[in-house]
């Protein structure tokens, strides 16, 4: 992290100053190990390889750490040439392209695809994983000037309440122990007038629930070694590939190639033969790995936003199999 930083940081327990209290680093400006101390309540938490660490290196969160390690650089639009992430971002939270002078809040990371579209709007750009993704995110965007990485837990951020201008949270929800209580936590982090953008995997009916197949699978999977399931999906990927090549021109083929668990994204992204199979490989991961994956329904999303005292909703199905909302704290 860089010192000009810290001023974005407070203690996650009682949220007093945080002072530097050992510092090694290459440069003037930079620290890459060192830890930081709690003006009030003296707790101490690690700086280690440039990042401020809040919460213990493994967690429930240790397979989505795994995957965007592995799979760091698959959903950058820097690497794979397409604009899948942009068009993301900025259709997902509809703000401006610029944002200078502006502070965003990202919830969920992962490798940073998308703290690398927030960090290009040239607002200050705080971004979080409860993972150790947040490693593959900084080797990409740690050197921005305007982006500091934080490992912390959403429910325990260590930053100020009502200070950022706007916070995103996308696939991330969904996957901790209580959606309800993490979505709730994040208006308190936005000013007055703060936009807020989230989405979370959609829920669908009884009927059709049972039907989708990871249900099927996941008490296994999620369970099982992360490096073992990582094998045996990625070399069971590249078994199918051929054939789901063939599927996806059938009725309802890209629906038959998901229940076999191998994720489709042909027609959807401009992606060559190799980015669609690692796409394929990532999504098939993230199916069968998570210790949670709680969907919610829609008007479920809705009473949450009204719960929360959020104005302007702006809630629908999203293209992207989730539901999104956006809106902003009065």
Known sequence: MKKSHLELLACPDCKASLDILENQGDESDSIESGSLQCSNCNHCFPIIRHIPRFVPLENYASGFGFQWVKHSRTQYDSHTGANASEERFFEETKWPRDLSGQFILEVGSGSGRFTEQAARTNATVVSMDYSVAVEANYASNGDKENVLIVQADIYKMPFNHNFFDKLYCFGVLQHTPDVEKSFSVLPSFLKSGGKIAADVYRKY??????????????????????????????????LMWPLCKIIHNMPYGKNINWALFVGDYRGKYDLNEYHLREWAILDTFDMLSPAYDNPQTINTMRKWFRDNNLQNMDIQHGPHGGVEVRGVKP
């Open 205 to 238: 009916s009884f009927f059709k629930e049972i039907l989708r197949t990871k249900h099927w699978i996941r008490p296994i999977t999620k369970e099982m070694n992360l490096e073992f399931l990582y094998k045996i999906t990625s070399n069971y990927v590249k």
